[in-house]
């Protein structure tokens, strides 16, 4: 073993205790309190469940907690109406607490609008009868890709509130995969903007929009939000009939809309996300338990008070957005930030400036951001008062122990507990995590199971083993409700191992002797880039739509600061097994086209041939190995294993 290995051993086993002061005013105060109510979550979950979805609006109270009948379909609240704008907004527009901040944005070039509760609830309500007045009912979906403006959070809210069910694509996607999304869910709106700002420079959103929707026949109306509120629109194309002005409907409509009464099982909303084989799944979720565990993990995770000011760092676009920006974080009824643009624009001070004049107190980001920023030197952040801030969260990826140090030591300045939240689009909320008052935390480790959350690491055969498969034995009020109009590959994703007794996530973990987990990363084919999902195979067939292209294999391998990066490996039609820069540049346009702009690889590499089994699987372990360097291993189970060295010459070049 090296000495580094050695130290970075010996720094994962370091220990932080939550601070005095910091627990003293949290909601929970003791690892004792964690253990009782803990305890009571899972030996009599839904007594528990049922009390604190209590501390939530209901219209009707439901008749059962949770219902198994036919799982792995299962009803958390049935028989209870509610509504999670209700819940969000509605309760905390009334009193004196109508006039605190619910939103506060900053836009990219500075702009800054604060939204009380009472705004929000007016500007949801106005929003809402938008909808209504282009024909959208309850049950109706709805598509939105919009940048990081308050009318995001206002469009979800709005469409919660009358019980159309959103579908929210992050603005990053292509038009084809507007289309497919489009398609898929069957949206008669998309909801969409005139513009939003990224690094000093404008998206095209409209543009985009219209060549995604081309042949949708399902699509009515396209909805245009200006990114200026009260300035000039921006010039964009407007098709007759079809697409209508934001300002110009809602200047007719009333600010009063009541919420519809929705059942705990109604859809809330679809978000596709990639899995290891074929198109997006549409992940659904409902509003009952997705209120309530939305709710509770905001409150005990971030230690939600009236107070604070939160910031997460997401993009509504992805379920961190939807969970802790919107949902989660307004049923609590605090003051959340957003903010639209980049972290380094104009200089990669921006997120410590934004910090320092808000007074943040609670700042929830992702691994890969933190390596940039340590990338960019300290004196950017040394730069700013950060004395605001009193609890720091990671999400998206296994954050590296160096990753957490920095974070602990040059945000946190040693007072402020990390939270290592693990969860999933299909969890809905955060399963896997440190509760700030009460849990010592490890670097690099998301500690312990939340409320009503049994997690084990397993073998194939569903022993607990110390190093495995991530299990969660037990449903939780949000998990997904299954893949929109895909039953099959609900069961066979999700429910394939342990007889389906059990929830598998897709990720390996191992527990240490505390009984902490440590998530290690996904086991299929799906490579998590700067804490982005992306399908290998949705890459892959990507590729072979080039005419000059036979086949492909795509692997993710480590990267310094996206965590892991995507390398391509491309086999060409006829005799030519070099490519050419100028192809190249088309197999990286046509990712740009066919997903988006963030997938691209980080290398293609042209190659005469794949490491293949007798039985025709490419070996992407081995493709793995190659890249990285690493010893190879058993390789008598390829059917050529001349291969290698032909890869290997590749790879050096
Ligand atoms: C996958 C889910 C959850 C919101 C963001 C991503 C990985 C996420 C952690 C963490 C280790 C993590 C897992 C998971 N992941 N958070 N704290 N530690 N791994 O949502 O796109 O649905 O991706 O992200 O591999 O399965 P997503």
Redesign the pocket.
């Known amino acids: 073993m090296s000495s580094d290995t050695i130290e970075s051993v010996m720094e994962e086993s370091r220990k932080f205790f939550p601070p005095e002061a910091f627990a003293a005013s949290a909601h929970l105060k003791s690892f004792a309190d964690y253990e009782t109510m803990y305890r009571r979550s899972i030996d009599s979950s839904e007594e528990f469940w049922g009390e604190i979805a209590s501390e939530l609006h209901w219209f009707k109270k439901w008749d059962t907690v949770l219902d198994e009948s036919e799982k792995p379909f299962f009803k958390w609240f049935d028989g209870g109406k509610t509504n999670i704008c209700y819940n969000a907004v509605d309760r905390h527009a009334t009193g004196v607490k109508a006039n605190q901040a619910a939103i506060i944005w900053e836009g990219e070039p500075g702009d800054q609008r604060v939204l009380t509760y009472r705004d929000l609830k007016r500007e949801v309500s106005i929003f809402a009868n938008s909808l209504k007045a282009l024909g959208i009912k309850k049950g109706d979906s709805v598509a939105i890709y919009l940048p990081m403006t308050p009318e995001l959070a206002i469009a979800l809210l709005a469409c919660a509130r009358i019980g159309a069910v959103h579908s929210v694509i992050f603005a990053g996607f292509s038009a084809e995969s507007i289309r497919d999304r489009v398609l898929d869910a069957q949206s008669k709106l998309v909801i969409t903007g005139d513009g939003g700002w990224r690094r000093g420079k404008m998206l095209e959103l409209k543009s985009v929009v219209d060549k995604g929707v081309e042949h949708c026949a399902c699509l009515e109306h396209v909805l245009v939000i200006p990114r200026n509120v009260s300035g000039p629109r921006l010039e964009c194309q407007m098709h007759e009939g079809r697409d209508v002005w934001y300002d110009d409907i809602a200047a007719k409509q009333s600010s009063d809309c009541p919420c519809e009464e929705m059942d705990s099982e109604d859809m809330l909303f679809l978000l596709y996300?990639s899995g290891s084989t074929g198109k997006p799944k549409g992940i659904m979720h409902t509003v009952g338990g997705y209120s309530v565990y939305t709710y509770l993990t905001s409150k005990y995770v971030f230690d939600l008070k009236e107070d604070d000011v939160y910031w997460c760092t997401?993009d509504v676009g992805?379920?961190?957005g939807h969970s802790y920006i919107v949902y989660g974080p307004l049923q609590n009824g605090t003051t959340v930030l957003m903010y639209e643009g980049a972290p380094n624009w104009p200089e990669p001070d921006r997120f410590w400036e934004i910090i320092d004049k808000h007074q943040v107190s609670v700042f929830y980001t992702a691994p890969t951001a933190i390596r940039a920023f340590m990338k960019w030197g300290d004196e950017w952040v040394d730069k700013h008062d950060l004395s605001s801030l009193r609890l720091l969260g990671?999400?998206?990826?296994?954050?590296n122990p160096e990753a957490w140090m920095w974070y602990h030591k040059h945000i946190g300045q040693e007072k402020c507990p990390i939270v290592?939240?693990?969860?999933?689009?299909?969890?809905g909320g955060i399963l896997?995590t440190p509760l700030p008052g009460v849990t010592p935390t490890k670097p690099g480790s998301?500690t312990l199971p939340f409320f009503g959350v049994d997690a084990a690491v397993l073998d194939a055969e569903g022993n607990e083993v110390d190093a495995g498969l991530l299990a969660i034995r037990k449903p939780w009020p949000s998990i997904l409700r299954g893949v929109f109009g895909d039953e099959q590959r609900f069961r066979d994703t999700y429910w394939c191992n342990w007889d389906g007794k059990y929830y598998f996530?897709?990720?390996g973990a191992r527990r240490d002797e505390d009984g902490y987990i440590w998530?290690t990363?996904?086991v299929d084919d799906?490579v998590?880039v700067s804490?982005?999902?992306i399908g290998t195979a949705e890459l892959e067939s990507a590729f072979v739509e080039h005419p000059a292209v036979a086949e492909s294999a795509v692997i993710g391998v480590p990267h310094d600061i996206k965590g892991e990066g995507l390398v391509a490996f491309v086999l060409l039609r006829g005799t030519d097994t070099n490519g050419s820069d100028q192809l190249r540049k088309e197999l990286n346009a046509l990712i740009a086209e066919k997903i988006g702009k963030f997938a691209k690889p980080e290398k293609i590499i042209f190659s005469a041939d794949l490491p293949k089994t007798r039985s025709g699987k490419i070996m992407r372990r081995l493709l793995r190995d190659i890249v990285t360097g690493k010893e190879l291993g058993n390789i008598t189970t390829l059917a050529d294993p001349s291969v290698v060295e032909n890869l290997k010459s590749k790879c050096a070049e």
């Not at 990671?394 to 954050?399: L, R």
């Not at 290592?420 to 969890?427: A, P």
């Open positions: 996300t997401a992805w379920i961190t990671s999400v998206g990826e296994p954050i290592d939240t693990w969860w999933q689009t299909e969890t896997i998301a996530p897709g990720d998530v990363g996904r799906v998590n804490g982005h999902r």
